[in-house]
Nanobody
């Protein structure tokens, strides 16, 4: 199994900054990408930012220029730096990771593909 541990959510004042972290652990051969998605009350879950193993990063339109996602590191951890936050950023932020498990014979070769989600961390920005 692969587990994601998220941290860093909380209350931030308008115009303020917050950093979220997401660490993956478990039976990992490789991670191909990690990212953050958010869901505000009464709305669908949307992409915030994601990064792939090759270093490519992608952002939702509403956060471009304000949020930055880190590159994947060897510890399978990704950071989301959020600046100039506003009330529209209030949501449950969930981390996502996809890649390949180690094979049944060990971690010298890949096994099955996986995609996992974290439990989410709440970010609140008052009006």
């Amino acid at each position: 199994q692969v587990h994601l541990v998220e941290s860093g959510g909380g209350l931030v004042q308008p115009g303020g900054s917050l950093t979220l972290s997401c660490a993956a652990s478990g039976n990992i051969f490789t991670i191909n990408g990690m990212g953050w998605y958010r869901q505000a009350p009464g709305k669908e879950r949307d992409l915030v930012a994601r990064v792939d193993a090759g270093g490519g990063s992608y952002y939702g339109d509403s956060v471009k220029g304000r949020f930055t996602i880190s590159r994947l590191n060897a510890d399978h951890t990704v950071y989301l730096h959020m600046n100039a936050q506003n009330a529209d950023d209030t949501a449950l932020y969930s981390c996502n990771a996809h890649g390949y498990y180690c094979s049944a014979d060990g971690c010298q070769r890949p096994g099955a593909h996986f995609e996992v989600w974290g439990q989410g961390t709440l970010v609140t920005v008052p009006e």
